[in-house]
């Protein structure tokens, strides 16, 4: 196992569409091992392999945050069911230490494959459904800070951009 580099905004290759999963294979199921290794040890409750810049249709979740709801998602899709939406406050392992508002839709179904390659649906609300939505931004190159006012987002790039050059003299 290993963990992986999280890429930070706004590095632009967060901005890449990702590829379907063709096969699952040993090594995308190390991949997955190993995402899942990353989203806990940074204590996120989802992780898009577009975050470890690796562009295929893959995410991790855990809503537990302790191992116990894990899911993973291989190609997935979504559908909004009802015209209902929800702001909450959301945070991104890829923009550190900010959160902010976006509202979504807040009745979807997902389709997915699993870690098996079989196929699985489920209806999610509330932060499953807000976490999911998430994920698949990622693998459209989208982040939550896309959704926030212009402002606000240069702000947040301009001190994540002085974090990055103080990492890098460390
Ligand atoms: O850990 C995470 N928490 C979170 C909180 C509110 C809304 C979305 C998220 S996802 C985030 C992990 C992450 O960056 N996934 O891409
Ligand atoms: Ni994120």
């Known amino acids: 196992m290993a963990l992986l580099n999280i890429l930070e905004f706004p590095d632009p290759r967060l901005r890449t569409r990702a590829?379907?999963?063709k096969n699952i294979d040993d090594s995308l199921l190390a991949?997955?091992?190993d995402m899942?290794?990353?989203m806990y040890a940074a204590a996120g409750i989802g992780l898009a392999a577009t975050q470890i810049n690796v562009h295929l249709r893959l995410v991790v979740m855990d809503l537990s945050g302790e191992g116990t709801e894990s899911l993973v998602l291989i190609n997935p899709?979504?559908?909004i069911l009802d015209d209902e939406r929800e702001r909450s406050d959301e945070g991104?392992?890829?923009v550190p230490g900010y959160y902010e508002t976006v509202e979504r839709a807040n009745h979807i179904r997902l389709r997915?494959?699993?870690r098996d390659g079989k196929p699985f649906?489920?209806?999610a609300k509330d932060l499953l459904a807000v976490c999911i939505q998430h994920e698949l931004?990622?693998?459209e190159g989208k982040l939550f800070v896309d959704y926030i006012s212009p402002l606000k987002r240069t702000r947040i790039r301009s001190k994540l951009e002085k974090k990055h050059r103080l990492d890098h003299q460390a």
């Open 112 to 114: 997915a494959l699993g």
């Open 36 to 38: 899942f290794e990353t």
């Open 31 to 33: 991949l997955i091992d």
């Open 19 to 21: 590829a379907a999963v």
């Open 121 to 123: 649906e489920l209806e």
């Open 92 to 94: 991104c392992l890829s």
């Open 77 to 79: 899709e979504v559908d």
């Open 137 to 139: 931004d990622h693998l």
